[in-house]
């Protein structure tokens, strides 16, 4: 039965529209069980029924026709309980519902199990046989494995038919698309489906008869690539900090690395037409690229086929997209490049909406940086078809609605405006302090490395910096970065936060994020050799940057470091050991160059980020200045949860009584032992989070910079006693879903019902 199982589901997948897809399911699985009728019903959630969408033994012109409400009949049975029902005479069933026009009263046995995908019941599959006769567990057996399987293939056959609806194909049911969200925000605008003018895949493999000026091609080629690279990473370094706008560097050192160039000069060399070699040269990269385990390393398998792409349209100047832009547009591709954002004036560019790609990607990177809405990740549906519709994006939700109606442009429009006016009166009071009426004060910290330059970070009304995230340097690199590129841009930054704190973060490298000169391959990355396991394991890198930092805080006075994924004290005792001995050779050094300045010594703090610590933190209080809770991987730790798994990412929340409790324990805890606790995370940029955190007593939150202004205003409009009543409720809640309910209808009651949007 495996082989008829693999070769049906092999079939239906290869149909590219749904309808046809169901009718050979229903056809095939007749035939494999050897039963009289097989039938398809789909989920039509708007109107509350399953639709009769194929069958192969009923009435065909009962398909489209017959409806059964989702509380009647076996097929809603099914659905309700969301497992198989086997009824050996269905019309003596309590819930049998008889429809003249199937003409279904010759069978007696019943078998129907639910179509399930991420949750969701998509629809019923069911059989049926003249016998009165149970179905045996093979049977059943049989018909739930295949519907698992069919799954996804429908789930994604189902997205393709929205898109045709939305093209003007009349279709039978609606459904919005889900997605990843990869930066905040709603946005509504025309799709602009950026396609590459060549795609490597489709070049011919062919020969050339004139080497030299094939040569000459590829050469000339492979400059004009790097002065466009150079023009659209001057573009960017307008909108995003330096750090991100490194991200072109990768780009040109790629371009500069001989083993790209001189492979394609060889193939040249060999006999092939300039694109054939850069065809041959780069997916062989893109291939090894994509073969990586690591998720930072694979996502650069886009680059690498981008830079390829842009070589190709250099070999063929004449076929350029010369389309005009819209002013709203949502740039829309297989796959965002960076190359193709930075294309786009930021004037024009109103969201992004990537079929594939990861927060990892440079696309969402970037994305985040410049505060555009982002969707990533939809399912397998023809990008083609999207261009010139009307989007809504959901960077909340994850939510992506094509051709919306008119209901839901306005309930959109409604939110957006609510946003706008309140991002307007808030923007402007950025500077003021994050003090409630009833006077205590949050200081609101930028996470800084990634998403905002320092110039931008002040004019936010940001407090200091809680984190500052040091890999993002080492990940732009070829190498790792020398003491003294370190030193430059730690000194940039203190200096441009002169007399406020800045803390830093040692290298946290491994996970999510990993080294392109350094990969670390491993089964389970998040579990594995990451932060200060791996530093630790190399004191040459951990000195060095130790050293870079202490350098830089001359006369400075305000840095503080951190260390990161700490699992024991024994590590935290290493760190300081190492940190000291560091201290030790900056100021000898500092005092052989005759500079009597004295080398002021650093706060020295740790993340909780690893649960069993904080169950340590006593000990930990006893030796570092101030613990900083981690609260995205203290979350996905505690949850047992990949929040880049697109399966599991949905049990990822913040908003967990376990996690909620565990905050206030860490809270707690250190209050007692008299060391000073602050936390970084999505949390404390969200509306709800910022007061739930303030409520526990946490008096120091970092965030991204687009979030400063908003939480500043929103901890003006709270009132901490009030906010501490409402924390006892939610501690007291057993779901997620009961935490946000209760933390809107409080947001409600203090008059920022618009911001309740933003905190999901």
């Known amino acids: 039965m495996l082989t008829t199982l ?71 049975l099914v659905g309700q309980r969301e497992e198989p029902i086997n009824v050996a005479n269905a019309q003596q069933h309590p819930r049998f519902k008889f429809f003249p026009e199937a003409k279904e009263d010759t069978l007696c046995a019943f078998l129907g199990t639910p179509i399930i995908h991420h949750r969701k019941v998509l629809g019923v599959l069911v059989v049926q046989h003249a016998d009165a006769r149970q179905f045996s567990a093979n049977e059943e057996s049989f018909l739930v494995t295949l519907a698992a399987q069919l799954a996804t293939v429908i789930a994604h056959a189902e997205a393709r038919g929205v898109l045709e609806r939305a093209s003007g194909r009349q279709r039978r049911w609606v459904k919005t698309l889900k997605g990843v969200p990869g930066s905040p925000g709603v946005v509504i605008g025309r799709a602009f489906v950026a396609e590459p003018s060549y795609r490597l895949e489709s070049v011919p493999i062919v020969q050339a008869e004139d080497k030299d000026a094939e040569l000459k091609r590829f050469i000339h080629a492979l400059a004009s690539t790097r002065q466009e690279l150079r023009v659209l990473a001057n573009r960017m370094t307008e909108l995003v900090s330096p750090e991100v706008a490194a991200i072109f560097e990768m780009y040109q050192q790629m371009l500069q690395d001989a083993s790209i160039a001189d492979a394609v000069e060889a193939e040249i060399e060999q006999g092939l037409a300039a694109q054939s070699a850069v065809k041959k040269v780069l997916l062989g990269f893109v291939d090894q690229f994509e073969a990586m385990t690591d998720p930072y390393i694979r996502e650069r398998a886009s680059d690498v086929r981008d830079l390829g792409q842009r070589l190709l349209a250099q070999l063929n100047p004449n076929k350029r997209d010369q389309r005009q832009l819209e002013d709203e547009v949502i740039l829309v591709a297989e796959e965002v490049t960076a190359s193709m954002l930075a294309e786009i004036p930021r004037r024009k560019l109103a969201g992004l909406l990537s079929m594939r790609g990861s927060n990892n990607s440079h696309a969402a990177i970037l994305a985040r940086a410049m505060g555009v809405p982002a969707l990533l990740g939809i399912e397998e549906v023809p990008v083609a078809q999207l261009d010139g519709l009307e989007l809504i994006i959901d960077g909340y939700s994850g939510e992506l609605y094509v051709s919306p109606n008119e209901a839901v442009l306005s309930e959109y429009r409604r939110l957006i405006g609510e946003e706008d006016e309140l991002r307007s009166v808030y923007t402007k009071q950025a500077d003021l302090s994050a003090t409630t009426p009833d006077g205590f004060e949050v200081r609101i910290h930028l996470n800084a490395g990634l998403s905002a330059d320092t110039d931008i970070a002040h004019s936010s009304g940001a407090d200091g910096v809680g984190l500052y995230r040091t890999e993002i340097p080492f990940m732009m690199e070829d190498r790792f970065p020398s003491e003294e590129a370190q030193f430059n841009i730690y000194r940039k930054v203190l200096q441009s936060y002169c007399g406020r704190p800045v803390t830093m973060r040692t290298l946290d490298v491994g996970g999510d994020k990993s080294l392109p000169y350094f990969p670390i391959n491993e089964d389970n990355p998040f579990l594995g050799w990451r932060g200060i396991r791996m530093t630790l394991d190399h004191p040459e890198i951990f000195l060095v940057q130790i050293r870079a930092m202490l350098r830089a805080n001359l006369g400075m006075d305000s840095l503080n470091i951190m260390f990161p994924m700490i699992t024991s004290i024994s590590e935290v005792d290493e760190a300081l050991r190492l940190t000291r001995q560091a201290y030790r050779e900056v100021s000898e050094e500092i005092a052989a160059q005759g500079n009597d300045q004295l080398l002021a010594r650093p706060k020295i703090g740790v993340m909780i980020e690893v649960p069993g610590i904080i169950y340590q933190l006593p000990a930990l209080a006893s030796r570092v200045d101030f613990i900083s809770v981690g609260s995205n991987d203290l979350t996905q730790y505690l949850l047992a949860v990949d929040r880049n798994n697109s399966r599991v990412a949905e049990l990822y929340d913040s908003y967990h009584p376990a996690v909620l409790l565990a905050l206030k324990h860490i809270f707690d805890q250190a209050h007692k032992c008299g060391i000073p606790v602050s936390l970084c995370g999505e949390l404390a940029g969200e509306p709800a989070g910022a007061l739930l955190l303030m409520a526990m007593g946490y008096r120091q939150l970092s965030m991204n910079i687009h979030n400063i202004p908003k939480i500043k205003w929103v901890i003006r409009k709270a009132r901490l006693d009030q906010s501490k009543q409402v924390l006892d409720q939610v501690l007291a809640l057993e779901s997620p879903n009961d935490v946000r309910r209760v933390m809107s209808q409080h947001l409600e009651t203090l008059g920022l019902g618009g911001l309740v949007r933003a905190g999901k």
Do not use: P
């Not at 494999?32 to 009728?37: E, F, G, H, I, K």
């Not at 009769?52 to 809603?76: C, K, P, Y």
């Open 6 to 76: 693999r070769r049906i589901v092999q079939q239906v997948n290869q149909t590219s529209d749904l309808e046809h897809a169901l009718d050979l399911l229903a056809a095939e699985t007749k035939a494999a069980m050897s039963v009289d009728c097989c039938s398809v019903y789909l989920a039509d959630y708007e109107q509350q029924q399953f639709l009769l969408m194929a069958t192969d033994g009923l009435e065909q012109a009962a398909v489209g026709q017959v409806t059964i409400g989702f509380s009647e009949g076996l097929v809603g």
